[in-house]
């Protein structure tokens, strides 16, 4: 429907901040090292590295060992409760890492009402839930849905016949579950935990909250502490690299998905005895519980005390503000992978087909690198952006537009050419042909689209914190500051809302996931 | 080995599948099992498999009882082999690998010579290391039959192994597949809805209708002496011509056929190949449709009392659409359906 130049020109434009990031930060490896960076080498750098090494393989490690086994157990097992954990197990993506965070900082700190109290009555004692230790179990504990979810899904529709097949070969169904049905769900499962992995990477909520060095921590210090651009540039460079090889990971695990056949006949569950389904549920329950009912019963308790001391007209406008925000990016975001699915389903130039996917890896680079990656070469070309959200909305656009391009994507591959075609043969005029085939077709991706970045971009910390004009304060960011100094209570107020929120597009975020598989 | 099946029934949910199968299988010989879909066909095989327990009757492979009210051997123990419908290989195993699969129990070696003797007895060689997306639909059958062959199982059952195939590669698997069944000598049971498949594959032929087998035969027999209607039309082309049983004779507007139990009114199973066309017969009919067919001509003609019936003509009888001609019937044979 675009013109081939113009069809071009959307893909170059949406590929952009993508590439002046990666331009950007070689350059600046190619900057010499100032005094600042020596001293990061020197002291902080190596900690910070390994830190992050050991956060990321640790929560990939976790999420990928307890989503399966949920995921194994809601798709092959049927026991009282399944419907219910099938769902349910989804609601820890409504909860941000960081107000996770504050909840597991607030009430199992030492001082806390709850610890105290163990320790005195019982002896209980635990290691500080502000350590390495204690970040890992909370993004664990945020980041296990994906893995669930894509396994369950990819468990789900591996079909019966194979499981049949095996049987019919000798296996028992144990056997068939773990020679057939689990490599057939591998990649799958790979693919979801190098997502989780780069969700990892890029974390900076729960790092900062629970006083954990690694390497977008050391950022935001270079940056903020030291202001050393050229020193949060360098270090942006280290996670740009890790961030690749985790992407050409997810990329490999979703090229060997698409030769995966699924469908047929639905599986079979197996009836757990009452002893096993016992187990089932109390496994199943304790993690629902500890990453879902608990912070949020925690929230309400600690919300319900500081209620009318906290929602004065100032709560009003960091829900406003988050509101405008996350509404303009998302309408940003979906008018623009609008655009963009529509130009690469036209015949476009060779030099935009060959860009196209660096449009959509941007979700792979953690916001505070995209932060400092656009931030410095754009001030320097166009000084009159600071202190405007220019930079911030080009920044949540490169990030989450993945988040909106996916389903616009699975919209419009069910709008095959071919229907454009016979509604021309009929007689039909452009705008006739977008009012009576495609918006029609397309409305249900463009409401999924707008809900899932939505909620993403009200949940986003790094990028606004970094890019906001000073003293620009949003739901987010009030949580990340109130848990900063400690003020876990009145930090849950403005965390309820994001949780509400969050809520919202968990069932298009569902439909998406089993799309991807 | 032989196989057996006595009077089993199947219930799923409140539905009941399968009402009362009785089968014979004799060791070595090809079953074929066709009817109409949902007929039980498919459930049968899986009864037979261990892939469903049946709700009543006796299943024996050879002479060991596998499916009983009480007792139902897993299908992992057997040995039987089932190429299940659409193959169900392992996408994410070689070819190798899917043959392989059910050998573990051989030693090393033996279980090398075996894929090797698979391979080559299929004329799978120089794809063992290509994945089953890689193979074209003729390759992935035989792959899947080299699978479920491999551990020597006493009894093969088939599901609908060449509905992916069209037509041509069809009817050379089904001349193949015959062929390597009986030099293997395995018992085998397959169950397809095309006739032709079934024709060119069976020892005996079964036809199976609301979850009961209405005919277990030869399929000369089950083509000639059909014994249900429901029989008669399912398996080749044919009509029912109105008839009156009187003085030893079988009258009908074609003429009339000798039969010393002719008495009352009853139906005839009128194949095409038991119409013949001949100038001096008195009954003339009137073409109302043609299709040339190569070999051969199939002519639909109308019977002065309105009705429709089929005749087959050599190639060479070309006739036009409009065109009145003689018909006799060729009266070598008779199925009758009498009238209650």
């Not at chain 1, 390497?215 to 502490?225: E, F, K, P, Q």
């Not at chain 2, 069209?166 to 397959?190: N, P, S």
Request: a neutral charge.
């Amino acid at each position: 429907m675009l013109a081939r130049w113009r069809a071009s020109l959307v893909i170059l434009l949406a590929a952009a901040p993508a590439l002046v990031v990666l331009v950007g930060l070689l350059g600046a490896w190619l900057t010499p090292a100032g005094d600042a960076l020596q001293h990061q080498w020197r002291y902080l750098l190596p900690d910070a590295s390994r830190n992050t090494l050991i956060l990321v393989i640790t929560v990939a490690a976790g999420a990928a060992l307890l989503g399966t086994a949920l995921a194994a157990l809601v798709a092959l097992c049927d026991f009282p409760g399944r419907n219910f954990f099938s769902w349910s197990l989804l609601l820890p993506l409504s909860i941000p890492g960081y107000v996770l965070a504050a909840v597991f900082a607030g009430s199992l700190d030492y001082s806390s009402p709850l610890y105290s109290w163990l320790r005195e009555q019982l002896g209980w004692q635990w290691p500080s839930i502000r350590s390495v230790g204690g970040a890992a179990l909370v993004l664990i504990l945020t980041l296990f849905p994906y893995v669930y979810l894509i396994a369950r899904v990819a468990l789900e529709s591996a079909a019966q016949r194979y499981l049949e097949a095996a049987s019919l070969l000798g296996r028992t169904r144990l056997q068939a579950t773990r020679e057939v049905l689990l490599p057939l769900a591998l990649p799958a499962i790979l693919a979801a935990t190098a997502l989780v992995a780069m969700e990892t990477l890029a974390d900076f909520g729960v790092v900062a909250a629970l006083n954990v060095d690694t390497l977008t921590t050391a950022l935001y210090r270079a940056w903020y502490g030291m202001f050393s651009l050229v020193t949060a540039q360098q270090i942006a460079g280290f996670l740009v690299i890790m961030a690749l090889l985790l992407l050409l990971l997810e990329h490999r695990a979703r090229a060997s998905l698409r030769m995966r056949e699924t469908g047929g006949v639905a599986l079979q569950r197996r009836r757990l005895n009452p002893l096993q389904a016992a187990l089932a549920m109390l496994f199943a329950g304790t993690i629902l519980g500890i990453s879902f009912l608990w912070p949020v019963g925690h929230l309400l308790a600690w919300a319900s005390s500081h209620f009318t001391a906290d929602l004065d007209a100032r709560y009003w406008g960091y829900l406003a503000r988050s509101v405008v925000l996350a509404g303009l990016g998302a309408f940003l975001i979906v008018s623009i992978s609008t655009l963009f699915v529509y130009a690469r389903r036209d015949n476009v130039s060779w030099i935009a087909r060959g860009i196209a996917p660096l449009a959509t890896a941007g979700y792979a680079i953690p916001g505070t690198v995209l932060a400092v990656g656009l931030y410095a070469p754009l001030t320097q070309a166009l000084p009159w952006l600071q202190g405007t959200l220019f930079i911030l909305f080009i920044a949540y656009i490169t990030r989450f537009f993945a988040v909106g391009h996916a389903p616009m994507a699975t919209g419009l591959a069910r709008l095959p050419i071919a229907l454009d075609e016979a509604a021309l043969l009929l007689g039909s005029r452009s705008f006739e042909r977008w009012q009576k085939i495609h918006w029609p077709m397309l409305k249900g991706s463009v409401a999924a689209a707008f809900a899932l970045t939505f909620v993403d971009l009200m949940k986003e910390l790094p990028i606004t914190l970094l890019t906001r004009p000073f003293g620009f304060e949003t739901l987010a960011i009030r949580v990340f500051e109130l848990t900063s100094e400690g003020e876990w209570e009145r930090a849950a107020v403005p965390a309820i809302a994001l949780v509400l929120a969050g809520l919202w597009p968990l069932k298009w975020l569902a439909g998406r996931m089993s799309h991807a598989t | 080995m032989r196989l057996e099946l006595r009077d089993i029934h199947f219930r799923r949910d409140a539905t009941e599948i399968l009402r009362g199968v009785d089968l014979q299988l004799k060791a070595g010989d090809i079953g074929v099992l066709v009817g109409p879909s949902g007929c039980g066909k498919t459930t049968t095989l899986r009864c037979i498999a261990g892939l469903e327990s049946i709700t009543s009757g006796e299943i024996r492979i050879g002479d060991r009882v596998v499916s009983s009210v009480d007792r139902c051997l897993g299908a992992e123990v057997r040995r039987v082999g089932y190429v299940l419908q659409d193959n169900a290989l392992f996408p994410h195993l070689t070819v190798a690998d899917n043959i392989r699969f059910g050998l573990r129990k051989l030693s090393r070696d033996e279980r090398e010579t075996r894929v090797a003797d698979m391979l080559a007895l299929l004329g799978l060689r120089g794809l063992e290391r290509r994945l089953p997306q890689d193979l074209s639909g003729g390759q992935q059958q035989r792959v899947a039959i080299a699978r479920s062959l491999a551990p020597q199982p006493d009894l093969l059952l088939m599901d609908e192994p060449f509905s992916n195939l069209d037509a041509r590669l069809r009817t050379e698997l089904v001349g193949e597949l015959r062929g390597l069944l009986k030099k293997l000598g395995i018992t085998t049971l397959i169950v397809t809805h095309d006739q032709h498949d079934a024709f060119g594959l069976a020892d005996q032929l079964g036809y199976m209708n609301d979850g009961r087998l209405e005919q277990w035969d030869t399929p000369y027999d089950v083509y000639h002496r059909p014994r249900t209607r429901a029989v008669a039309n399912f398996i080749g082309d044919g009509v029912m011509l109105p008839a009156i049983g009187k003085d030893g004779h079988w009258h009908t507007e074609l003429g009339n056929i000798e039969d010393p139990a002719a008495d009352g009114s009853a139906e005839l199973l009128l194949r095409p190949d038991d119409l013949l066309h001949d100038d001096d017969s008195p009954t003339q009919a009137r073409i109302v449709g043609r299709v040339f067919r190569g070999a051969d001509f199939l002519y639909t003609v109308q019977l002065p009392s309105g009705l429709r019936v089929l005749a087959l003509a050599p190639s060479h009888h070309d006739h036009h659409v409009g065109e009145t001609l003689g018909f006799r019937l060729a009266n070598d044979h008779l199925v009758v359906f009498r009238r209650d």
